[in-house]
C-alpha cells in the first residue's frame, strides 16, 4: 500500500503517453481504440507488477505472511478470539497469491478507469493539437 499513489502515477503516465504515441501515427483512430490501448498498456503493467509481488514474496521474502499472520493472531488473542477459529482464516487469506491478485485486480480497474478518462481526454481535447 506504500507504493499505491507511485502505481496510480505509472499508469496514469502509461496510459496518457500510449494515447499520444497512437494519436501521432494515426490522427484519426476513434475512441474505442484509443480506449483499448491505454487499457492493454495498464493490463500489461498489472501483470508485471503482480508477477514480481508473488516472485519477491514467494522467494526474496518467503516469512512476511507468516510473521504479519503471527502478529494478526496475537493481537486476536488479546481481543479474546479464540486461534483456531482466527488463524486458519488469517493463514488462508494472507498469502503470496492473494496479495498479487488483489493488486492485479486493482490496478487493472485503475488501468481501466485511466483509459477511460484519458481516452476521453485525447479523444475530445488533446486530438486537435495533433497535426
Known amino acids: 500500500m506504500e507504493f499505491m499513489l507511485v502505481h496510480v ?3 496514469v ?4 503517453f500510449t494515447g499520444q504515441g497512437i494519436l501521432y501515427k494515426d490522427r484519426t483512430i476513434p475512441f474505442p481504440d484509443l480506449m483499448r490501448e491505454g487499457f492493454k498498456a495498464a493490463a500489461v503493467y498489472a501483470v508485471l507488477i503482480s508477477l514480481f509481488l508473488l516472485a519477491y514474496y514467494r522467494w526474496v521474502e518467503p516469512d512476511h505472511f507468516h510473521v504479519r499472520v503471527e502478529e494478526m493472531v496475537a493481537r486476536g488473542l488479546a481481543e479474546g478470539q479464540p486461534e483456531s477459529v482466527i488463524r486458519p482464516r488469517l493463514e488462508k487469506f494472507f498469502t503470496p497469491f492473494n496479495y498479487a491478485s488483489m493488486t492485479f485486480f486493482s490496478l487493472l480497474l485503475l488501468g481501466g478507469f485511466n483509459a477511460l478518462v484519458i481516452g476521453l481526454l ?3 481535447v488533446l486530438r486537435r493539437f495533433r497535426r
Open 9 to 11: 502515477l505509472a499508469i
Open 13 to 16: 503516465t502509461i496510459v496518457f
Open 122 to 124: 485525447h479523444h475530445k
